[in-house]
T-cell receptor, first 115, second 113 residues
Framework: DTAVSQTPKYLVTQMGNDKSIKCEQN?????MYWYKQDSKKFLKIMFS???????INETVPNRFSPKSPDKAHLNLHINSLELGDSAVYFC??????????????FGPGTRLTVT | SQQGEEDPQALSIQEGENATMNCSYK?????LQWYRQNSGRDLVHLIL?????REKHSGRLRVTLDTSKKSSSLLITASRAADTASYFC?????????????FGQGTELSVKP
């Protein structure tokens, strides 16, 4: 059973288009995240949701809109795609415990290529 | 920037040798974690060390944490070709910052058979 799954794995699209990436976790975690990994492998957090509530928004352009219909799903919609949006996007989940959040489980990533 | 820094950026060793990677960070933390990413891009959690711990072991992995110097090291003993991957340290902020991880730049480890 895949713990954190993302679809699609690869996404090639043209500038100006709108696209969505879906993420689902079956770990029962209450917190989910989106990260962006650039061509230099630098991983940076974009958003975090806890029990469907947005708790982190790291100054991401408002063309990016996350949506969490329930705590097992966190989708990412991107409007008006730009060349600079090309990257690998990772979804992750973790469980909040007393004193903090702990290890995160990552999905396989979605490689987005904007042409 | 709160980004962590890792050293070295790349490390090439022979099978059987030990590999040591270092990580420095800038802000106070709840815990520090190490992740591994293979060429297939799977990101896997390796080990977590809390801010009140100084050393932790897991199999062939040993992690140390020095909060006074804001630094950590990951030691992989008796390396194998299958250990070839990128290794990232990530710091977890305190609870009220939503559990976000701040990743270092990563160390690319190449283990030659």
């Amino acid at each position: 059973d895949t713990a954190v799954s993302q679809t699609p794995k690869y996404l090639v699209t043209q500038m100006g288009n709108d696209k969505s990436i879906k993420c689902e976790q079956n770990l029962g975690h209450d917190t989910m995240y989106w990260y962006k990994q650039d061509s230099k492998k630098f991983l940076k957090i974009m958003f975090s949701y806890n029990n469907k509530e947005l708790i982190i928004n790291e100054t991401v352009p408002n063309r990016f809109s996350p949506k969490s219909p329930d705590k097992a799903h966190l989708n990412l919609h991107i409007n008006s795609l730009e060349l600079g949006d090309s990257a690998v996007y990772f979804c992750a989940s973790s469980q909040a415990k007393a004193g903090g959040f702990y290890e995160q489980y990552f999905g396989p990533g979605t490689r987005l290529t904007v042409t | 920037s709160q980004q962590g820094e890792e050293d070295p950026q790349a490390l090439s060793i022979q099978e059987g040798e030990n590999a040591t990677m270092n990580c420095s960070y800038k802000t106070s933390i709840n815990n520090l974690q190490w992740y591994r990413q293979n060429s297939g891009r799977d990101l896997v959690h390796l080990i977590l060390i809390r801010s009140n711990e100084r050393e932790k072991h897991s199999g062939r992995l040993r992690v140390t944490l020095d909060t006074s110097k804001k630094s950590s090291s990951l030691l992989i003993t008796a390396s194998r070709a299958a250990d070839t991957a990128s290794y990232f340290c990530a710091t977890a902020a305190h609870y009220n910052q939503g559990g976000k991880l701040i990743f270092g730049q990563g160390t690319e480890l190449s283990v030659k058979p």
